[in-house]
Each structure stands twice: as structure tokens, then as C-alpha cells.
């Protein structure tokens, strides 16, 4: 066997080293101006491209995708190439996947403040983008296959399996969920409606973090820790075991973002059982790491590389039985659309993510630098910090969840709430939200000073661009080795791993998603529930673009205190025309599914110009473009027509201009409603447009009218 | 946040079983831990206090806390050796009285959390009266509550206080105890043998081999230097999982096979049935029955403080602060779109007017509170505000109290 000569490349991983630093303070910065506007409102400062409703995806998508998203593919072109002893199949296609990465997350940076939103979580990108994404996704699985296949390693190491997974599931995930129908060039509707958009948008959601936040990090997890401690691996069998289970597992529990909602209850069950059962295979992975320190837990004591690791793991454990316990009915009752589930975010994002990440990136810079670490002292403390920053985060945000919840279903004896008005609810938890600012800050902090730390390594080493190393070639085998395993004989077949992967990734969504869609009695038919009215539907897209459904949640659950609060609980047929759903996972403001008729036009007037003036002490941004702006709306046939596509019943030809004409007609109408209440407003103002998308939610169903009613 | 959740534990279905469990855990864990204090061997105390990660930095703080409330014990004279032929080290010691006193503390405070919830589910089982006379017997009130924390507490620091003197008299006399070199050979011995019941338990959990074991269990795999060893699956981990699964199952079949429990659309008919009864059940039983027929317009200085209040809060944003109105109608003139009697005000305010944007209140106010807003407003009747809407509606006389002298009361508004 001739030994053969190569080299590894660095020269990406630094990129992408220096990528996830840079992205990983920005996406923090960001989440911590949404913070602090949650406390200090004045910060949304009158910007529309500054407003909570538009940053906060853009923090959520840059501290997954940029931040988590350069950190996989650091630690994945780092290990990767070492685990199979080859160099990356393609030099040019790794530079690809990093400037395409980087290009994608540069347009997220501009086209979410600019308001160019699907409004569908973690999925807020535009169609263009959404190409973008799965071409570059794919440009990263080729390179990683074909280096697969031209490995000098017989076996797969389990980080390699968790890679495949991770790449072929977020794939089918991506793409099934970004089916949408172009409207222009950045605006599209989601091909689902409603309950069944409900579904796929958290399939793909709960899966995001399944598959883009957990397996990779897994894998790189099974990479780190044994080469920072020196240590074997606790249990080859665990591995094997484990890694199946959370890959089948894990793709069922989408539906424990929907409990208590519209989804059929069947589909809620699924989700929470499969949930529960997830509890062990993500425990295998807390279990290996943890153990394979067995033996140097000393190390522990002294390495701040291994301490940002270990807690790393704790958190994954903690959350990965946090999130099953939410998934139960009864305490999801309590948390659902309240800070506690931010919390659990949290704990998985700061510390499993973001530890293991600092964790890597301390180890991964000396050593290809040639050198060790500038400042240990500076590495513990970023350690104690954000160990800190995360208590202070999370802590102060399960208070504020409880205290939401008892407020929101406290009644009193009479039979009324004892708290009626949603903003008393908010109020009393403003201490915690400036809690929840110092932790964020501490934990920046610690980012900051790791930043530097990093930078003074680099510059103190000198960078190893290419790494020599040699490994003998492999001889082909051919057919099952005698006394082979199973799963010995698949680690050393990648294709047939890819594709037995995907098979078991693909059983739960379709055992889900496909009923859904295809029986109908999932989701009632309501005969008096009318598609919106091209006014409304502009409305509605000014509710998306201005990202109101992240504070605001569209789904009255069947629960006394909230038909008492809202009126009638939200019905599955009730959503049969909404592309997308607007369902909402939060509630910092008041749901608004039956908002339709409660407050007159001028009560919304004044309201979007300054919340403080109809509810004062509001935490709300104010909107005063929205008055002063007019409707575009160029597009309406555009929509009219992308609709009827989809489904929705528009009479046949109503996009050439009787679309127009009825947008005109209600935008008088509503314009004259002001005009009642001495306030000028010219009818094609957007604010019209919102108007009448608001007085329209929920009036679907005929809710029964009160008794001696006063005739108007 | 305390003071939202405090009532509620009470009135949820089956919460006695949480302190129960919590009871359960506590005890097994007291009965363990004091079997494995028991059957500890000497041999092995030493070797572990021997550890290098012993610095007792953390024992030291916590004692010192408890000396600087202790000074009377200083001049104890004789303190009972208690432990010290066991010869166990001052940590150990700590950790066992400790945790004695915070699971008596636990056990306390489960148990008397038990009496209380018990007793409030008997008052929704049996009659009021039986239960009353029960409940007066086990009732925690709130000083009641922390005050058992607090003697809990203090309980606690004793107990730490005792243990130091224990732990310096053992120090003292532990010269005199030890063993003979053969017989601590011999102990030496024993203890390799014999394991404590700890770490077999330990052990049986999560089978793991000794370290020294490792190079057998090493597979013949490396990836990049990295090494796998061929542990077996954690027992509690592999039956936790099969448990989980067959939770799942009994889940599924107890929620849509058998029907046994209620599906979401049914627990909201049984919620709302449940209130229904309870509310009905309480405004009977109070006088607070006013509505818009029987509602009458009486200048109390009661009424019109709490109807002044529930306006500043509730109408204002609507109606202005004067009642000069804004969004909604001028309250302060004799020009009414509804009606200005005091029923009119009444049914106004409670059912609202949807058609025009007045939400209904009967949601949000008790009947009396409707009363009292009704009557604050009528009371501004006449009065002139900042900026006052144009009229609106039909002229009507102005609404009089009940009683002569009201009359003079409202003209000097």
C-alpha cells in the first residue's frame, strides 16, 4: 500500500472561523437592540427598518444561519477532512460555498429590516434567496460527498454520519417548505394554507433545529471533545442507537409547536408522544460526550476549552428534557405564546450552540496557528461570563412566562378576569425583560472578548494554510467481509448511508403532512368563511411586511380564560385562504385573531400612529409611515391571480380590474368611517389597507351577538 | 409572581399528588443515604478526603457563617463523641446533617402542603360545613406558611452548629482511634472486596466498566487519532427509552382509541360547563345582581370614587378624561345617542355598541362596577370640558338622582 501525499485545506476553515465571529457578535448585537426595545420602545425610534417586528428575524436567522451556520461549516471542513484523511474533493466549490453563504446572509441583512419578509419563521427569506440558499446547501453536500468518496478512511466515523444526515434532511426540509408562488421579485405566497402551512412551517422549524442546530453540532461535538481531552469515545453501540433514533425521531415532534391550535388533534398527540420519546436518543449524545471525559475530569478543571464544552453538553441535556416536558399538553397550556419558550430557546442557543461553538473555535485557532492560546485568563472569564449571561437570560424569562400565564387565566369569583386588559399582563414583566437585556450583555461580552482573544492568537501564530499529512490509499472491497455488521458494513458505504438516512428522515413528514393535505375532514369546512377582499389581502401584507405576527399571535385556544379574553376559539376552517398562516408562536402583544369589529376604525387610526395614545404604557413601536404612506398597489392583480392559483376562490377574471374597483370602494368606505371621527385620511394611505385587514379577522363566523343589543 | 400562583396550586385536579411524590422521593433518598453513611468503611473516607480536588475552601465559609451565631457553644465543655468510632471525616459529616435538616425542611413543608391541599379537595368533595371544621383543624395560613420555613431555617443552622463541635471533638480524639497498622491493612483489604452499596447501585445503572478495564473494551477503530471504546448501553438510559415508548403508546390509546381522557374541543366544554356552575353558584349567594332593569342612580361618594376610578382607567381613552369625548361621544351634555338614563348608561356600557366601536364591558365589570361608572358619568353631566365634542344625538332631560337633596348635589357639579 503506497502512502500517499496530501494536503489539508485551512485556508476555508479560517474563513469561515472568521465569518462566525464577525456574524456571531452582529447577531447578538441585534437580538440585544430587540431586547432593549421591549423596554426602552423609544429605541424603535420612528425607523421603519429598525422596528422589533423587523429585526427580530433578522436576529433569529443571523444567529442561526450566519452565526451557527459558519460555525458548522468551520468545524465540519476542519474535521471532516482529518476523519477521512483526504483534502475537500473541491478547493473552488468550498470558496463557493463560503462567498455564497456569506452573499446570502449580507441579502438577509438588507431585505428583512427593508421589510421583505415570508413571515414564516426561520424561513423569512424571500423566494430569490430561498434558490440561493438550497443551490449553495447543495453546492456544500456535493463537495462533502464526493470527498466522501474519495476518502483514505474505510469507516465513518459517526460525526461524518451526522453530517450526511444533517445534509440531506435540512435539503428536503428547505425545499418542501419553500414552496411558494412568486407574486414579484420579492414577494411570494406560501403554497400552503392554514392549518397545513401550520404544519409544514413547524415540520420544518422543529426540524431546523433538529438538523441545522443539533446534528451538525453533534457531530461536531463527537469530533472536539475526544481530541480537547484526549480521551476515547464513551460507546461505539450508544452512537449507532442514538444517532438512528434522533434522525427518525426527532422529525416527528414538528407538531409541539401546535398544541391547543387548529391542527387535528391526531396530528398534536403524534407530536407530543414522539416528543417524549426523544428524550433518550438526544441523551445519548449528552451521555457520550459527558462520559468520554470519564478519566479527565481534572482536565475539566483546568481547561477552559473543556469547560465551555462541558456545560455546552449540560445545556443540551437540559433543554433537549425542557422541550419534551413543554411538548406535554398540560405545561405547554402554561407556555405556549409566553416567554418560557424563549427561555428554552435560549438555553439551547446560548449554551449548547454558542458554548460548543466558543468551545471549538478556542481550540481550532491555536492549533492552526501553530501556537497556543494568547490569554487563558481572558478564555475563563468569557467562560464565567456567559455562564452567567445565560443564568440571567433564562432565569429572569421563566418568571416572566408563569407570570404571564397566571395573570392571563386568573378569574374572578363574578366569573370575569381578574386581569382583562392584556397590557397589565405586559407591564408586570418589564423587570424581567431588563434582566433578560444585562444577561444578553454579559453574554456579548464574553463574545467580544473572545473575538480579540482570537485575534491576538492569530496574530501571535503564524497560519498554516495547508497542512501536510499522508495516509495510504484505500483498496476497493467488494460485497459483506465475513463477521461484518450491519451497521459496520454501512459506515464504510456512504451512498447507501445517505440514502437510508433520508428514507428514515422522510417517514415521519409524510406519515403527518400527507393526511393533512389529503383528507379533508381534517380541517371542517366552513361555509361563511370568504377569501380576503383585495383591500384586506394588501392589508394583510402589510401586517407580514411590518412583522407583526412576532409579537402578535392569531389563534385563540380552546381555554376559558382565552374565549373570555378574545371571544370563540379559533376553528381550522376559519384559515383555509391564509397564504401563509399567520398563527404567531409569541404574544408580547394581545392575540388579534377576532380583532374584526372590537375597536372602531379611528380606535386603529390613532393606535398604529402611537399605541401609547389608546394604551398607555405600550410597549409597542409606532408605525406613523403607515399614514402618511400610500398603498402600492401595483401588484394587486399580480396577488389576485398568484391566489387563485393557489386555490382560493376569486370569481373568474376579478384580477382585471373589478379587483381594483372593490379595493377603491372599501378604502372610501373606511376613509369616510374616519372622517366621522374628524380624522382626514386620503384613501390610499396604507393604513386604510390595515384597517380593513384587522376589522376583517375573525368576523368569518358568526359569533353569537349579545342579547339587547343597543341598536345603533 | 408569588402572589399569582399561590391560590391556584390549591384548585387544580390531583395537585396532591406532587407534594406526595415529592414526599416519597425525599424519604427514599433520607433511608439510601443514611444506609450508605452506615456501611461506610474508614479505609475508604480517608482515601477520598485524601483527594487533591479536597480544598474545603466551601466547608470552611459555610462554618464559618454558623461560628460567628454560635458563640455561646464555643464554651461547651463536653460534647458527646458520637460518631468519632466511625472515625468519618468533617465532610462527610457535613453533607449527612445537612441534608437531614434541608429533608426534614422538605419533608416538613411537603407534608404540611399535603394537609392542606388534601383538606381543600375534601371541601370540593364533601359538604362545605364538614369541611370547614376540618380545614380549620389543618389550615396553613400564609404566616403560618413562612413561619415553618423560617424555625425550618433556623433548625438548620443548629444542626450545622452541632455537627461543628461533633467534628472538632472528633478531631481531637481521632489520634487515639487508630487502627493498628495490621488491622487497617486488613480493612484495606475488605474494602477492595466489598464495594459500597453506592457504587454498586452506581455501577448497575449505567454498567460502567472500571477504568482500568479500558484497553479491553478499546475497538480496533481510529479516526484522526480519535479512539472508541466498546461500553455498553447504559441500562437506565436503554429502559428510560423503552418506557418512553410505551408511554407514547398508552398515550395514544388513552387519548383516541379508548377515549378515556378529553380531547381538547371536549375540555373546553367541560371548562366552561365547570365555571358556569361555580359562577352561578357565587352571585347567588351575593347580592350583586343589579342589571339594567333594576339599576337605579344613587349619588353615593362611594360610587362615584370607584366609578371615577374604573372611568380614568377603562373610558378615557375614548371619551377623554373630562368625558368631552374624542373616538367616542361627549358624555358632559344632554345630547345621548342611547339613551341618558341610568338603565340607558347601563346597557350601553354592559353589551356595548359593536356597530360603532363601544366594546362590551359586561366581561370586564361586575354589575356594580357598570352601576358605579354609570353614576361617576351622570355626575359629569352639565360640567364643561377642554375640548368637548359636537352633540351628538337626541335632547333629553338630564338624569335625576334618587332623593331631593341630590338635586342640589348635582347642580353644584
Partial sequence: ?712 | MMRFIKHHLSSMDGIEIWPLISLLIFFSFFVLLFVYVMRMRKGYIDEVSSQPLNDSKGTKAALLVVLLGSAPNLFAQEAAPFGTHYGLSDDVWIVMLGSTALLLTAMIIGAMGIFKNLVEHLAEVKAKQQAAILASMFVLTDSAFWGLVTANLFLMGYLLLVMRNIRLVSKELKPQIEPAPQAAAVAEEARVKQPSIWAVIWQKLNAHESLEKEPDLLLDHAYDGIQELDNRLPPWWLYGFYVSIVAGVIYLFNYHIFGYAPLMDEAYEIEMAEAAAETEAYLASLALNVDERTVEYVLEESRLNQGAGLFAKHCKACHAADGGGGVGPNLTDNYWLHGGQINDLFTTIKYGVPAKGMKSWKADLTPTEIQNVSTYILSLNGTTPLAPKDPQGDLEEPAQPKGAEADEATASL
Avoid at chain 1, 460507546?235 to 416527528?252: D, E, G, N, P, V
Avoid at chain 1, 476549552?305 to 456545560?311: A, C, N, P, S
Avoid at chain 1, 395614545?613 to 405600550?618: F, R, T
Avoid at chain 1, 389576485?640 to 370569481?651: D, F, N, R, S, W
Fill in chain 1, 1 to 712: 500500500m503506497s502512502q500517499e501525499r496530501f494536503q489539508y485545506d485551512n485556508a476555508i476553515v479560517k474563513l469561515f472561523i472568521r465569518a462566525t465571529v464577525i456574524w456571531g457578535i452582529t447577531g447578538m448585537l441585534v437580538g440585544l437592540t430587540a431586547a432593549s426595545q421591549l423596554v426602552w420602545p423609544e429605541l424603535n425610534a420612528n425607523l421603519a427598518w429598525l422596528t422589533f417586528g423587523r429585526i427580530r428575524p433578522l436576529h433569529t436567522n443571523a444567529v442561526i444561519f450566519a452565526f451557527v451556520g459558519n460555525g458548522i461549516f468551520a468545524g465540519v471542513y476542519y474535521s471532516l477532512q482529518r476523519l477521512l484523511k483526504t483534502r475537500m474533493w473541491s478547493d473552488a466549490l468550498s470558496r463557493i460555498n463560503f462567498w455564497g453563504w456569506q452573499l446570502i446572509i449580507l441579502s438577509a441583512v438588507l431585505t428583512l429590516p427593508m421589510g421583505y419578509t415570508s413571515s414564516k419563521e426561520y424561513a423569512e427569506l424571500e423566494w430569490p434567496i430561498d434558490i440561493a440558499i438550497a443551490l449553495i446547501w447543495v453546492v456544500w453536500g456535493v463537495n462533502m460527498m464526493a470527498t466522501i468518496l474519495n476518502r483514505r478512511e474505510r469507516h465513518l466515523y459517526v460525526a461524518v454520519w451526522f453530517y450526511i444526515a444533517t445534509f440531506v434532511t435540512v435539503a428536503v426540509l428547505h425545499i418542501f417548505n419553500s414552496f411558494e408562488l412568486p407574486v414579484s421579485f420579492m414577494k411570494s405566497y406560501s403554497w400552503y394554507a392554514g392549518v397545513q402551512d401550520a404544519l409544514v412551517q413547524w415540520w420544518y422549524g422543529h426540524n431546523a433545529v433538529a438538523f441545522f442546530l443539533t446534528t451538525p453540532y453533534l457531530g461536531l461535538m463527537y469530533y472536539f471533545i475526544p481530541k480537547a481531552a484526549g480521551r476515547p469515545v464513551y460507546s461505539y453501540r450508544l452512537s449507532i442507537i442514538h444517532f438512528w433514533a434522533l434522525i427518525f425521531i426527532y422529525i416527528w415532534a414538528g407538531p409541539h409547536h401546535l398544541l391547543h391550535t387548529s391542527l387535528p388533534d391526531w396530528a398534536q398527540s403524534l407530536g407530543t408522544v414522539f416528543s417524549i420519546m426523544l428524550i433518550a436518543p438526544s441523551w445519548g449524545g449528552m451521555l457520550n460526550g459527558l462520559l468520554t471525559l470519564r478519566g479527565a475530569w481534572d482536565k475539566v478543571r483546568e481547561d477552559p476549552i473543556l469547560k465551555f464544552m462541558v456545560v455546552a453538553i449540560s445545556a443540551y441535556g437540559m433543554s433537549t428534557f425542557e422541550g419534551p416536558m413543554l411538548s406535554l399538553k398540560s405545561v405547554n397550556a402554561i407556555s405556549h405564546f409566553t416567554d418560557w419558550t424563549i427561555a428554552h430557546v435560549h438555553i439551547g442557543g446560548l449554551g449548547w450552540n454558542g458554548m460548543l461553538t466558543f468551545g471549538m473555535l478556542y481550540w481550532l485557532v491555536p492549533k492552526m496557528h501553530g501556537t497556543t492560546l494568547y490569554s487563558k485568563k481572558a478564555a475563563n472569564f468569557h467562560f464565567w461570563i456567559s455562564t452567567l449571561g445565560i443564568l440571567f437570560y433564562a432565569l429572569p424569562l421563566y418568571w416572566a412566562g408563569f407570570t404571564q400565564y397566571f395573570m392571563w387565566q386568573e378569574f374572578r369569583p363574578e366569573g370575569m378576569l381578574k386581569y382583562p386588559n392584556f397590557l397589565d399582563t405586559v407591564l408586570q414583566l418589564l423587570p424581567m425583560y431588563t434582566m433578560r437585556v444585562v444577561g444578553g450583555t454579559l453574554y456579548l461580552t464574553g463574545a467580544i472578548v473572545m473575538a480579540w482573544n482570537l485575534a491576538k492568537t492569530s496574530r501571535k501564530g503564524s497560519f498554516i494554510a495547508n497542512e501536510d499529512a499522508e495516509a495510504p490509499a484505500l483498496e476497493t472491497v467488494r460485497g459483506r467481509l465475513p463477521g461484518e455488521s450491519i451497521h459496520r458494513w454501512i459506515e464504510r458505504k456512504p451512498m447507501p448511508l445517505l440514502v437510508m438516512s433520508l428514507v428514515v428522515i422522510l417517514i415521519g413528514g409524510l406519515v403527518e403532512i400527507l393526511p393533512t393535505i389529503l383528507v379533508k375532514s381534517n380541517i371542517p369546512t366552513i361555509a361563511s368563511v370568504k377569501p380576503y377582499t383585495p383591500l384586506e389581502l394588501e392589508g394583510r401584507d402589510l401586517y407580514i411586511r411590518e412583522g407583526c405576527n412576532n409579537c402578535h399571535s392569531q389563534m385563540v385556544r380552546p381555554f376559558r380564560h382565552e374565549t373570555e379574553r378574545y371571544g370563540e376559539y379559533s376553528k381550522a376552517g376559519e384559515f383555509v385562504y391564509d397564504h401563509p398562516f399567520l398563527w404567531g408562536s409569541k404574544r408580547t402583544g394581545p392575540d388579534l385573531h377576532r380583532e374584526g369589529g372590537r375597536m372602531p376604525d379611528s380606535w386603529h387610526y390613532h393606535h398604529m400612529y402611537d399605541p401609547r395614545s389608546m394604551s398607555p404604557g405600550s410597549i409597542m413601536p409606532r408605525y406613523p409611515w403607515l399614514l402618511t404612506d400610500d398603498l402600492d398597489a401595483s401588484n394587486l392583480s399580480a396577488k389576485i391571480e398568484a391566489m387563485q392559483t393557489l386555490g382560493v376562490p376569486y370569481p373568474e377574471g376579478y384580477a382585471d380590474g373589478q379587483a381594483q374597483a372593490d379595493l377603491e370602494a372599501q378604502a372610501n368606505a373606511i376613509a369616510a368611517n374616519l372622517l366621522d371621527a374628524d380624522i382626514e385620511c386620503a384613501p390610499q394611505k396604507e393604513i386604510i389597507a390595515l384597517i380593513a385587514y384587522l376589522q376583517r379577522l375573525g368576523t368569518d363566523i358568526n359569533t353569537p351577538v349579545a342579547e339587547n343589543t343597543v341598536a345603533p
